[in-house]
């Protein structure tokens, strides 16, 4: 018993073989499959060098080939490290030098970039090409420069045997952080950690430890559930959620892309119980498609839903009433976390009972409200309160090759160690919290202190805006002042002072935007969080040419 992933994934394998795992498109395949061939791979890794401790990255959009890759990794013990497949040039070699990868495997249409980048990293010596998870994207890559393989030349061949050394707890998973500003940080989990907070070794609500094989026993009964996670792989949520349902035998659809009527027509098709999205980036455009639908008579059949829960984004009262309106029977839950946490608390959402300044949740195991001076405020009795979130017990190594982040994030509070990213959070009753943002992006205006999300919610409400987010911009009165991205419905126009009077309803005078960018689009990563360095580069920008 190691509580290894690869050890869990292989107690779920026994359990219930012939289980279904993964779904996408036509494509069905059991954990038995999942065995075989993540067996074949990492033999053909072992084969090509790869020693345990070595770092290999996936770079790939959502696909059965992901799924089998972080399996292989884990099962000869390297460390498996995500890739944005965003990431133009510049990026991509930062992460090969950060991460010191060793090898690598590349869905086939980023050939071309690997191709590029290849050359300058010496540490970089092997390369699987997988297939595209959007068959036809583009003409076949020459991947002849790097000396690629491809995936099933490498998996001709190869033993499907399970005949690996023994594995430790203490192997590493690495996530690198998608971030909202600065270069991303490799937070390194060990694997024990990584399943307890994230991936089902806790039980959420009540934070019991779950004893290794529970899970698996799971796997064997019958029903298990269909869940739908909408995230990229490249996204460490996204991969917690697809092993831990892997692990208790629940059969998980992926997709490469996202498109709302594609996705409506598989919750029907698949009759899914659980999806999973980021806030309103696709909750907004699945509820609209999803209404779309239902006004032409013809609606879609949604009625296999009964779990749908964000985490990761905000996910604002307009467009949660919205679907609590079309699903009245299901059960809505908002969860919040980091890459550097894991798992920090959750709650479930009732109508005419949504918090208007952010999700209200109810803490998870081992976390703390801390002040300034990183003194635990009392969650009964500190109701009110603002202080920053932490966690404790099974915490992040830390990050990587960054002595000095580490330092300031992962810190020792009454002989226990924290981890305390950043997260702000009010103190509400009952030991619940309301969550404010990151801290980092607070804005602070004549010494008030304003959290963009809770800006953010109230200005989603106007009719006119789509999608918007809130900066902080340098002001000679009150050092910063409140400023408004917004993104517009096609058609609409709104004015800065039509905006504020809208405001007053919501919000307290100091809170209301002084100034109002429109873009395009607002700047969100592939995972739908918020890039507020380009969010404030557009409202800079807008109040130059006005100067």
Known sequence: MAHNIADLFEHAVDAAPDALALIMGDRRVTLGDLERESNRLAHHLQGAGVQPGDHVAVYSKNSIEYAVSILAICKIRAVNVNVNYRYVEGELDYLFENADVTCLLAERTYAPLVATTFPRHDKLHHVVVMPDSIPGEGPEPDISSFDGVLWDDALAGESDARDFAQRSPDDLYIIYTGGTTGFPKGVMWRQEDFWRVLCGGIDFMTGEPVVEGAQAEQAALPGRMSTFPMTPLMHGAAQASLMMHLFAGHATILEPRFDPARTWELIERENVQMIFFTGDALGRPLIEEYERQAASGAPYDGSSLFAISSSGALFSPAVKERWMSAFPHAIFTDSIGASETGFQGTGIQAAGQIGSDGPIVNLGPHMLVLDDANRP???????????????????????????????????????????????????????????????????????????????????????????????????????????????????????????????????????????????????????????????????????????
């Open 377 to 547: 405020l009392d969650v009964t009795r500190d109701v009110g309160m603002i202080g920053r979130l932490a966690r404790g017990g099974h915490v992040p190594v830390g990050y990587y090759k960054d002595e000095v982040k580490s330092a300031a994030t992962f810190v020792e509070i009454d002989g226990e160690r924290y981890s305390i990213p950043g997260d702000m959070a009010r103190i509400e009753t009952e030991g619940r919290v309301t969550m404010l943002g990151r801290g980092s992006n607070c804005v602070n205006t004549g010494g008030e202190k304003v959290f963009p999300e809770e800006v953010e919610m109230a200005i989603k409400r106007h009719p006119a805006v789509y999608d918007c987010l809130v900066v902080g911009l340098p002001d000679e009165t009150y050092g910063q002042a409140v400023a408004a991205v917004v993104e517009l419905r096609e058609g609409e126009a709104v004015e800065l002072e039509e905006l504020r009077e809208f405001l007053r309803a919501h919000l307290s005078g100091y809170k209301l935007p002084r100034t109002l960018t429109v873009v395009p689009q607002i700047p969100r990563n592939a995972t739908g969080k918020a890039q507020y360095a380009q969010a404030r580069e557009a409202a800079l920008t807008s109040l130059e040419s006005t100067v």
